[in-house]
């Protein structure tokens, strides 16, 4: 056989070389082979039928917490993957440099999928997290320790993407700014962008967004009120405008509380879309309101955002943001991560962070994944979690996860 796989008949919209028309797509030892009209399904040894399908690059979730059983909120990727048509997870500092290579070698190196990671700038990761524990890792600046954070990153450099800090009361305490300085000046020394996640006030946005460079990411921009990014108008504050103009990424980090339809609509009211698309999955948001990275897709095709700017902000715009441009497209000679997506019609009802419900004619669902070169199919195609979505406020951590990983 010339080819391993043959994904035939499908729409193939590539958004970082703008090919979108009806193609095939052949694979060969792990790599994209051939991109035609029409390729012989004789000429491989499998064939996935893409009728009616879109055929995308693997999507890409720039911000998820995959560091499952070793921290409180971690999920399992491989369980997600097919799922969510996602084949890189990029792991947002659950993580530092305390238990980083726990993380290496329990989790990314036995994945199927490719996992990607930020080192926290705590040196205990994210470790208190749960709806009735929650510990801030930045909250004690003694763990804040930046010379700690840079020899992981130069310790596992070949899986590390930057630096993330998690600033604001929650992830913070009292401890105000002084997080983000000591990450950025980590940041700094290993050449690597930073991703900020700011929560509620101290510090405040302001505070946070003129520190940021070109390149660094700021998670959770549509967030709700306080540090929301626009005024109770609905105009976009200035300080978020200037950050966009000079480079600053602006990612979704969708999540449990980090996602406002009504913040959403103003920022695209004034021609402020988001440069990524990201879940921010983890154990309290993997069930509602986030799901995955297909769920929230869904939302800002609901709000407006166009199909193939959607898909871009999932592919090849959070591919460049962490200098990794041999993901998140399809191209000849490509890496073999694809999407087979479809646009399902019927009535969903999609809740943000807040508890607003916003309903849509359609939404994005996966019928499998290929990672380096092989089919992995969805087999859990119910598409009906949306509409299940039960917030579990009163149940214990032990609860939880027993709930979402079996006894």
């Given at each position: 056989?010339?080819?391993?796989?043959?994904?035939?008949?499908?729409?193939?919209?590539?958004?970082?070389?703008?090919?979108?028309?009806?193609?095939?797509?052949?694979?060969?030892?792990?790599?994209?082979?051939?991109?035609?009209?029409?390729?012989?399904?004789?000429?491989?040894?499998?064939?996935?039928?893409?009728?009616?399908?879109?055929?995308?690059?693997?999507?890409?979730?720039?911000?998820?917490?995959?560091?499952?059983?070793?921290?409180?909120?971690?999920?399992?990727?491989?369980?997600?993957?097919?799922?969510?048509?996602?084949?890189?997870?990029i792991d947002a500092g659950s993580a530092g440099a305390g238990n980083f290579l726990g993380f290496r070698r329990h989790v990314i190196e036995r994945s199927k999928v490719r996992i990607l990671a930020y080192v926290n700038i705590s040196f205990a990761g994210i470790f208190?997290?749960?709806?009735?524990?929650?510990?801030?890792?930045c909250s004690d600046l003694r763990l804040c320790e930046p010379r700690e954070t840079v020899a992981a990153v130069r310790e596992h450099a070949d899986v590390v993407v930057g630096v993330k800090v998690r600033s604001g009361k929650h992830a913070g305490g009292t401890s105000?700014?002084?997080?983000?300085?000591?990450?950025?000046?980590?940041?700094?020394?290993?050449?690597?962008?930073?991703?900020?996640?700011?929560?509620?006030?101290?510090?405040?946005?302001?505070?946070?967004?003129?520190?940021?460079?070109?390149?660094?990411?700021?998670?959770?921009?549509?967030?709700?009120?306080?540090?929301?990014?626009?005024?109770?108008?609905?105009?976009?504050?200035?300080?978020?405008?200037?950050?966009?103009?000079?480079?600053?990424?602006?990612?979704?980090?969708?999540?449990?509380?980090?996602?406002?339809?009504?913040?959403?609509?103003?920022?695209?009211?004034?021609?402020?879309?988001?440069?990524?698309?990201?879940?921010?999955?983890?154990?309290?948001?993997?069930?509602?309101?986030?799901?995955?990275?297909?769920?929230?897709?869904?939302?800002?095709?609901?709000?407006?955002?166009?199909?193939?700017?959607?898909?871009?902000?999932?592919?090849?715009?959070?591919?460049?943001?962490?200098?990794?441009?041999?993901?998140?497209?399809?191209?000849?000679?490509?890496?073999?991560?694809?999407?087979?997506?479809?646009?399902?019609?019927?009535?969903?009802?999609?809740?943000?962070?807040?508890?607003?419900?916003?309903?849509?004619?359609?939404?994005?669902?996966?019928?499998?994944?290929?990672?380096?070169?092989?089919?992995?199919?969805?087999?859990?195609?119910?598409?009906?979690?949306?509409?299940?979505?039960?917030?579990?406020?009163?149940?214990?951590?032990?609860?939880?996860?027993?709930?979402?990983?079996?006894?």
């Amino acid at each position: 056989m010339q080819f391993d796989l043959l994904i035939k008949g499908g729409r193939v919209i590539d958004p970082a070389s703008g090919l979108d028309a009806q193609r095939d797509v052949a694979i060969a030892d792990g790599r994209v082979a051939a991109i035609d009209a029409a390729i012989d399904a004789e000429a491989s040894g499998e064939v996935v039928d893409a009728r009616d399908c879109i055929v995308t690059p693997g999507l890409v979730d720039l911000h998820s917490h995959v560091y499952w059983g070793g921290t409180s909120l971690g999920v399992d990727a491989d369980r997600l993957a097919a799922r969510s048509g996602t084949t890189t997870f990029i792991d947002a500092g659950s993580a530092g440099a305390g238990n980083f290579l726990g993380f290496r070698r329990h989790v990314i190196e036995r994945s199927k999928v490719r996992i990607l990671a930020y080192v926290n700038i705590s040196f205990a990761g994210i470790f208190g997290f749960a709806k009735s524990v929650s510990v801030g890792e930045c909250s004690d600046l003694r763990l804040c320790e930046p010379r700690e954070t840079v020899a992981a990153v130069r310790e596992h450099a070949d899986v590390v993407v930057g630096v993330k800090v998690r600033s604001g009361k929650h992830a913070g305490g009292t401890s105000g700014i002084a997080p983000v300085d000591l990450a950025l000046e980590a940041a700094d020394k290993v050449g690597l962008p930073l991703m900020a996640h700011i929560d509620e006030p101290p510090p405040g946005r302001s505070e946070v967004l003129p520190r940021l460079r070109r390149g660094d990411i700021l998670t959770h921009c549509f967030r709700p009120f306080p540090n929301a990014p626009v005024f109770a108008s609905g105009a976009v504050r200035p300080d978020m405008r200037l950050a966009h103009e000079r480079g600053v990424i602006f990612d979704i980090g969708h999540g449990m509380g980090s996602f406002d339809f009504e913040v959403a609509k103003a920022m695209l009211a004034e021609g402020l879309a988001p440069d990524v698309i990201s879940s921010d999955v983890h154990l309290y948001c993997v069930d509602g309101p986030a799901f995955d990275i297909l769920v929230c897709m869904s939302k800002l095709m609901a709000l407006g955002m166009p199909l193939v700017e959607v898909l871009r902000a999932a592919t090849v715009a959070p591919a460049n943001a962490i200098a990794r441009p041999e993901l998140g497209v399809l191209e000849v000679g490509g890496i073999g991560d694809v999407a087979v997506l479809r646009q399902l019609p019927g009535r969903f009802t999609f809740v943000d962070a807040v508890g607003s419900s916003l309903v849509s004619d359609r939404r994005l669902v996966s019928n499998g994944i290929v990672i380096g070169g092989k089919w992995w199919p969805n087999e859990a195609p119910d598409h009906n979690e949306t509409e299940r979505f039960e917030p579990h406020a009163h149940h214990t951590h032990v609860e939880v996860a027993a709930r979402h990983f079996g006894k």
